[in-house]
Structure formats: C-alpha cells, structure tokens
C-alpha cells in the first residue's frame, strides 16, 4: 500500500523527490540523484512568490456563494506536497482545520446583524468563519501580550497577504474587517489604525478592548469555504517553506524529538524556581501562586509560568506549526514552534532520547555591526563590555537585544552608547546615518543585521546537512544530539568567520 503511494505521487508530481530515510518512526524516501544535494528529502514544489505591499488590484476567480469546493488527499491527482506531509506525519503537523482564535469572539460574532454579515458572504455561517479566519491571524498578539513584548496588541497585515488569503471577491479582506470594527454596541471586535506607508509600513490591527489579553480558544472549521481557504493558505506557507534550506531541515528535524507533556513541562517548571532560575532576558522565573499577576508591582522582573505554560500549549496542541519564513522586513528569519517558545521549556526538549543541547554564537549582532558598518573590534563579548563599563554583565546582554534595533536618539540613553561611541566611532557614524537616511529609518539596521544572521545561519545548516546532521533552529543558536554538538560548533565557527564576522560558536 506505502509502495503504492510512492508510485503514485512520483507519477503524478514529478517534481515532488521522494527517498528512503528512517527517523525514529518516521520515514521519508530520496533518491540517489537527490541525496546528494544538499537538503537530502527536500520537496521541490513550483509555487508563486508576492509581495506584501498595501494597494489593491482587482483579481479573478470570484466565487462567492460558493461552498462546494473539495480536495481529498485519497485522490491522487489532488495530492499536494502540503497532503503529503498529513499523509506521511499525521500526527506532526497541527490537524488542518483546526485553528485558534481570541477568546470571546465567536459569541460575538453571533451577534452580529445578518445584514452586516451578509456584506462577506450570503451564507451567514459562511461569514461568521470567514471573520474567525481573519481573527485567527490576531491569535499571536495575545502571547506577545502577556510577555509585555506588545502591551498594545498590534500586528501588521498586508494587504496583498489578505486579498490572497480570502480569495472569494477582491475586497472580501475588507468586507471582513469593516464587520469586524463596527462590531457592537459594547465595541468593535477589532481596530485598524488605516496607516500605510508603500514599503515602509502597511495596516496595522489589533483586538478590541474587550477582546485583547482575554485569551484563546480552539476552533475547528465546518464550512468547506472557509476549510479551503485555510487550507489554500497553509499550502502557500508550506510551498515557501519547501523553498527554504532551513525550513526543510526543520521538517527533517522534529520527527527525532521528544516534547514534554503538559505536565511534565509543568513540574519541571516549578523544580527552575525552587533553584533561582533566570531566563536569558535577565528575568526571574516565578509563578502567581495564590495571587493574580497583577499582584506584581513591578512584573517586568519576573517570568511567569503560568504564561510560559499557555504559550507552550499553544505552540504544540495536536502537533507543531508549520516553520514560516519571515518577511523581507525581519531579514527571512524563521519562526516555529521551537523559535516561539519559552526557552527553559525548550531545554526539557529530547533528541532521540537525549538532552537537547545548544549551540550559540557569541556577542553575535555587536560583531555583525562590526563587520557590516566597518569597525575594528574583533571577537567582542557581553563579559568585555561589562567589564570596561563596569556594569552587570546581565544589564549588557538585555541592552543588546534591542541597542541596534533604536532610534538614534534613544541610543544615547543606553550604557552601551559609550562604549561604541569611544572603541567604534566611525562604526556608529556610519550605522547612525543609515538610520537617518534609509526611507525605513532606525529600522533599517535590524533588517540589514537579521538579513545577514539568516545568510550564516543557512549556510552553517546548508554544510551540516551535507552530512547528514539535522538542527533546530532559534535564530542565531543551533538545537542538536549531543553526538552532533562537535561538529556543529565547528562549522559554526568556520562559517561565520567566511562571512566576515569575528565571532565564535560556544556550547551550552
């Protein structure tokens, strides 16, 4: 029966490479000719790149008052590489038409006048999915929330994205979203600040404020419409996934590991704060006990695991998410489930049966600027610079998350203005008028810096994959066997020095 599936999806998707390679209980199949590329089970699929820019044009293929569209994965000429990894990991990726949206919002929705529904579909059910697919994108604001890291909810989303995700009738996006933000009496569902600027910045939206930090709940899509709009999307991501040497690592990657339960994740949780521990962003692990978080006067301190759990849970209910690659705007980085959850529970990881370790480079960012912007610094550290600006070594770790990415004038706030402005003056001249001259502004430096991350980082994987070795990826840090970690470490270290930055990888 398998043999005969294989037969059928190389007669009916040629470009689809299949090959024989066991993980654990997971099997893919390659060819001869194929394994020796440098992605050794990597689908090939022809798909359409678009670009995110906030107009409109007006599209074909109209079908609205339709809701009859089906595609079943038990016919062969319907098969995708995006059914083949169900079909091939039913129990890997997250089911297909389950997703998750804001708390609250559906009831609301049944609320909503038909003559208002009725402006995105005449199919009234229809509708009512049509505006929990849209909320479904605002998902994510409610964990950036809890984590302070978005304390105003808002999320961008492009146009061209919206009107390619809803592909009934071209303004079907905005149908959707004019529902959304007249909403009822008691608010509107969302809010939409209608700010664009071409390249530079499109809509942005967040939940209403009855709606935002009220949490999330799962949904599961009953209408075919909306089943096959969610599915024609989680293809377009899969398809660019496919197209990404580290994307298809990653795939290659999670049947080896082993995630805690809930409640495993959870007890270990509370064996960390028993210890003291701290997160890498310099904060305390705690817990709300007996109390709310809003117990906590100063909350910017802690690390909640009460939130950490509700992340964890999101990130992994019934499967992992599909690996998506970032916009042009974040460099190309890549997020997933391992990129997106809380770090001391990512640590509870196995990788056939052992510890997970890491492997990370140093001080990566500051010795990125140096190369980019023409410093003279090499091998910089977070210990060098707390130690010439006799500051703790913890307050230079957390500034660095963030001094590249600021204006200017919030620099000069930071300690580490200092220590730049005397060892790498030119640097910071050159790196400050591309802020000021660059249409994106202070922003600029991030996009350039993570551009330059995601190149080292997909060559480094490019190299190991040669080899056989698979990773996780967490943006500039490597997930491996311990078995691997040599050998990681050291095509880190080579790669990057290619590049041009003077920097190395350390273990743990």
Known sequence: MESQFYTNV????????????????????????HQ????????????????????????GNSIRGSDTTQTSV??????????????????????????????????????????????????????????LLFLSLLTSTYFTWINGENEEGWKSLKSDYLREFFKVEPNTYKAI?????????????IECDHESAR????????????????????????????????????????????DNIICCNLIEFYPSLKLPTYE?????????????????????????????????????????????????????????????VGSEYSGGRIVDSLTLMPSYIRNMITINGEPIVEC?????????????????????????????????LNEVKKEHLSFFNKHPKIMVKSPLYQFYMENEPEMM?????????????????????????????????????????RVGYVYDALLCAPKDVKRVKEVMDYVVLRHGVKTIAKIG
């Open 429 to 469: 001249t050159s790196l400050i008028n591309e802020k000021y001259r660059n249409k994106r502004k202070y922003k600029i430096t991030s996009q350039i810096m993570f551009e330059k991350e995601v190149s080292i980082m997909t060559n480094v994987i490019q190299e190991l994959s040669k080899e056989g070795i």
């Open 36 to 59: 020796q590329q440098s992605i050794p089970s990597k689908f090939y699929y022809q798909s359409t790149n678009y670009y995110y820019i906030n107009d409109v044009d007006t599209t």
């Open 199 to 242: 390249g530079i910045k499109c809509y942005g939206h967040r939940l209403g404020e009855n709606y935002l930090g009220k949490g999330v709940k799962k949904y599961e899509l009953k209408t075919e419409l909306a089943k096959e709009l969610w599915k024609k999307n989680q293809e377009r991501i899969y398809n660019q996934s496919i």
């Open 264 to 324: 495993e994740a959870l007890d270990k949780s509370k064996m960390l704060i028993k210890r003291g521990y701290v997160t890498k962003k310099g904060k305390k692990l705690n817990s709300f006990g007996k109390h709310c978080k809003s117990y906590y006067s100063d909350k910017t301190k802690y690390s909640f695991i009460e939130d950490g759990m509700k992340i964890y849970q999101y990130l992994t209910d019934e499967g992992l998410n599909i690996p998506i």
């Open 74 to 131: 038990s016919e062969d000429l319907n098969i995708t590489p995006y059914d083949y990894i169900y079909v091939k990991n039913p129990l890997l990726f997250r089911k297909q038409n389950l997703i998750h949206i804001p708390a609250k919002v559906e009831y609301s929705l049944r609320r909503v006048s038909k003559k208002q529904l009725k402006n995105v579909h005449e199919d009234i059910e229809v509708a009512i999915e049509l505006c």
């Open 360 to 392: 990370d480079f140093v001080c990566l960012h500051p010795n990125i600027a140096v190369s980019i912007y023409g410093g003279k610094s090499e091998y910089l550290t977070h210990q060098k610079i707390a130690e010439e600006l006799s500051i703790d």
């Open 10 to 33: 190389q007669s009916k998707l040629p470009s689809m490479l299949v090959s024989t390679q066991k993980y654990s209980n997971y099997q893919t199949t390659t060819t001869n000719h």
């Open 177 to 189: 979203r004019e529902v959304l933000e007249i909403g009822l009496k008691s608010g509107s569902i």
